[in-house]
């Protein structure tokens, strides 16, 4: 059983920064492909970025350039490094994992966390 805990998240001003950890546990390594997903009140969950399996990343739009995801060497951990923070990024961040990268990023992926909230102020 695979479990995602993520972490991280918390309240900054406009402009600042914040780094989000995805701590997996269980029968978990480098098979699995990640990614990051948000969801903010009243709208669709959207995808933000994700990580296969020999490292190779994508971003959405709105955040290339600003945020940044990587793994540890272990492959048991994900994080998102989010830079010059704007208001419109307040969401519910979460990550998801799954063998196969298609499926982490139109949102089917078999493992997901609880979230964590990032709020931004303008």
């Known amino acids: 059983q695979v479990q995602l805990q993520e972490s991280g998240g918390g309240s900054v001003q406009s402009g600042g920064s914040l780094r989000l950890s995805c701590a997996a546990s269980g029968h978990f390594g480098g098979t699995y492909c990640m990614g990051w997903f948000r969801q903010a009140p009243g709208k669709e969950r959207e995808g933000v970025a994700f990580?296969?399996?020999?490292?190779?990343?994508s971003y959405a739009k709105s955040v290339k350039g600003r945020f940044t995801i990587s793994r540890d060497n272990g492959m048991k951990t994900m994080y998102l490094q989010m830079n010059s923070l704007e208001p419109e990024d307040t969401a519910m961040y979460y990550c998801?994992?799954?063998?196969?990268?298609?499926?982490?990023?139109?949102?089917?992926?078999?493992?997901w966390g609880q979230g964590t909230q990032v709020t931004v102020s303008s």
């Open positions: 998801t994992a799954d063998h196969w990268f298609t499926r982490v990023v139109d949102g089917s992926g078999k493992y």
């Open positions: 990580i296969d399996r020999v490292g190779s990343t």
